[in-house]
T-cell receptor, first 115, second 111 residues
Framework: EAGVTQFPSHSVIEKGQTVTLRCDPI?????LYWYRRVMGKEIKFLLH????????ESGMPNNRFLAERTGGTYSTLKVQPAELEDSGVYFC?????????????FGPGTRLTVT | RKEVEQDPGPFNVPEGATVAFNCTYS??????FFWYRQDCRKEPKLLMS???SGNEDGRFTAQLNRASQYISLLIRDSKLSDSATYLC????????????FGTGTRLTIIP
């Protein structure tokens, strides 16, 4: 079974540009999460989708970040315009929508560098 | 104050030794607890869930003390392959909700 995949693996952009990150969850997983790790800090939650609906977006830093999950399959996270402090590793995770199964499976991450 | 606090290390431990990590969490309403492992430049992977009764998986033992809001991980007979960052992770609820991570404890096993 394929794991969570993310694209691109690495992105270097200039301040003010736009970047779109993509996440493909494990097939059949209704829950999809975005997390971010800024250098030297802990991994922090950004938002949670259940199918195509945003369940919790309390971790989104500001309105420069827009996440979508059209059709409840893959998700995109757009940063527009990017700022220097947006640099970090963006992880996507997914989990099945079942009780008693709380493991979140993480993708390899997208390393974003804003210069 | 951070929601989940861990000693960042690094811990440099000889192969075969026993090593213990601790973690404290601030939200007394937290319901589920985990240890994740993260290798350098890789994604976090679940190592084990942590229960009040304590649980063991081979060389790994995890313990939860709700009264002290304290979680521990013990690794016995450490192997070179145990070198990684160990992340203490907490969930406010049982179920599919956001995870709160500690900064991680870096472990290096020395041959």
């Amino acid at each position: 079974e394929a794991g969570v995949t993310q694209f691109p693996s690495h992105s270097v952009i200039e301040k003010g540009q736009t970047v779109t990150l993509r996440c493909d969850p494990i097939s059949g997983h209704d829950n999809l999460y975005w997390y971010r790790r800024v250098m030297g800090k802990e991994i922090k939650f950004l938002l949670h989708f259940v199918k195509e609906s945003k369940q919790d977006e309390s971790g989104m830093p500001n309105n420069r970040f827009l996440a979508e999950r059209t059709g409840g399959t893959y998700s995109t996270l757009k940063v527009q315009p990017a700022e220097l402090e947006d640099s970090g590793v963006y992880f996507c995770a997914s989990s099945p929508f079942t009780t008693g199964s709380y493991e979140q499976y993480f993708g390899p991450g997208t390393r974003l560098t804003v210069t | 104050r951070k929601e989940v606090e861990q000693d960042p290390g690094p811990f440099n431990v000889p192969e075969g030794a026993t090593v213990a990590f601790n973690c404290t969490y601030s939200n007394s309403a937290s319901q589920s607890f985990f240890w994740y492992r993260q290798d350098c430049r890789k994604e976090p992977k679940l190592l084990m869930s942590v229960y009040s009764s304590g649980n063991e998986d081979g060389r790994f033992t995890a313990q939860l003390n709700r009264a002290s809001q304290y979680i521990s991980l013990l690794i016995r007979d450490s192997k070179l392959s145990d070198s990684a960052t160990y992340l203490c992770v907490v969930n406010r609820h049982f179920g599919n909700e956001k995870l709160t991570f500690g900064t991680g404890t870096r472990l290096t096993i020395i041959p």
